[in-house]
């Protein structure tokens, strides 16, 4: 079936490092592939998302692009902010449904 | 616009009692589902629905009902609360159309814990 897998955690950076947190997927066709973020004591909010092969998202600095050939979609961000801490979701869209990698918890110290 | 609201934010239960977990929405969304959340586990798929009416399970129904009689309202009901069934359990809902590419808007959570 399908699944998402993503890089454990905790990930702990300084302030201004460059972000990686890899995900990967197996997927019958070509499903939707999102990133969520989820700040301490809230509920989920989409980063960004990308809908077809090739296609690059981004918002607030992140971005991540719809690898068909690798089946991956990793997030990457140039500079992280202390701000950014938070736990991040990979996930993709089969037929409405989300299917959820476990998640990454970012910590950037100042 | 309120988005998805939830209630309770925290509920604590003893084992053999039973609960409903409210959800709704203002955007006039189709597709709602509920999903809980365990460490290390991300988020799974209770149960959801594509419309009033209209039901169905996902990764883990066993041992909770829905129900969805307005396209506002999607309530989760726990029959008889088990300590596995300790969690944040979060509602979600989306548009169905352009089905697959939809954002999903969450609600801020409900944290239940069952001794």
């Known amino acids: 079936g399908n699944s998402v897998t993503q890089m454990e955690g905790p990930v702990t950076l300084s302030e201004e490092a460059f972000l990686t947190i890899n995900c990967t997927y197996t997927a019958t066709g070509y499903p939707s592939l999102f990133w969520y973020v989820q700040y301490p004591g809230e509920g989920l909010q989409l980063l960004l998302k990308a809908t077809k092969a090739d296609d690059k998202g981004s918002n607030k600095g992140f971005e991540a692009t719809y690898r068909k050939e690798t089946t991956s979609f990793h997030l990457e961000k140039g500079s992280v902010q202390v701000s950014d801490s938070a736990v991040y979701f990979c996930?993709?869209?089969?037929?409405?449904?989300?299917?959820f990698g476990q998640g990454t918890e970012l910590s950037v110290k100042p | 616009n309120a988005g998805v609201t939830q209630t309770p934010k925290f509920q604590v239960l003893k084992t053999g009692q039973s609960m409903t977990l409210q959800c709704a929405q203002d955007?006039?969304?189709?597709?709602m589902s509920w999903y809980r959340q365990d460490p290390g586990m991300g988020l799974r798929l209770i149960h959801y629905s594509v419309g009033a009416g209209i039901t169905d399970q996902g990764e883990v129904p066993n041992g909770y009902n829905v129900s969805r009689s307005t396209t506002e309202d999607f309530p989760l009901r726990l029959l008889s609360a088990a300590p596995s069934q300790t969690s944040v359990y979060f509602c979600?809902?989306?548009?169905?159309?352009?089905?697959?590419?939809?954002?999903?808007?969450f609600g801020p959570g409900t944290r239940l814990t069952v001794t």
């Open positions: 979600a809902s989306s548009s169905v159309q352009g089905q697959g590419k939809s954002e999903q808007y």
């Open positions: 955007m006039n969304h189709e597709y």
């Open positions: 996930a993709l869209n089969q037929g409405g449904k989300l299917i």
